[in-house]
């Protein structure tokens, strides 16, 4: 399966961005989704995932309660909704897909390009 994620950009502190992820190749229905991020010098850290029903999701402490994943799986597509964005949700954000509910991006073989998000304060 391919992954092409999109929907980073600029935005100040306190805006919204929704970044989505969607697949080809094969269906994301039969993946547990994952989104991690990358910030500057950092290892790549663990944001959200999605059981492949969705009816399952986890989540980062350092998102909890202002980033909302979700998916569609008609349309193929993975979502991630962060609000209220601090400056320290800079990096770059990569979906990710995985036979397994996982926290650890070893776990996952499938992964899209990444995409910036920037926020300023």
């Known amino acids: 399966v391919q992954l092409q994620a999109s929907g980073g950009g600029l935005v100040q502190a306190g805006d919204s961005l929704r970044l989505s992820c969607a697949a080809s190749g094969r269906t994301l229905s039969s993946y547990n989704m994952g989104w991690f991020r990358q910030a500057p010098g950092k290892e790549r850290e663990f944001v959200a995932r999605?059981?492949?029903?969705?009816?399952?999701?986890y989540y980062a402490d350092s998102v909890q309660g202002r980033f909302t994943i979700s998916r569609d799986n008609a349309k193929n597509t993975v979502y991630l909704q962060m609000n209220s964005l601090k400056p320290e949700d800079t990096a770059v954000y990569y979906c990710?897909?995985?036979?397994?509910?996982?926290?650890?991006?070893?776990?996952?073989?499938?992964w899209g390009q990444g995409t910036q998000v920037t926020v300023s304060s």
């Open positions: 999605i059981s492949w029903s969705g009816y399952s999701t």
């Open positions: 990710a897909g995985s036979n397994f509910p996982a926290d650890t991006d070893v776990a996952y073989n499938y």
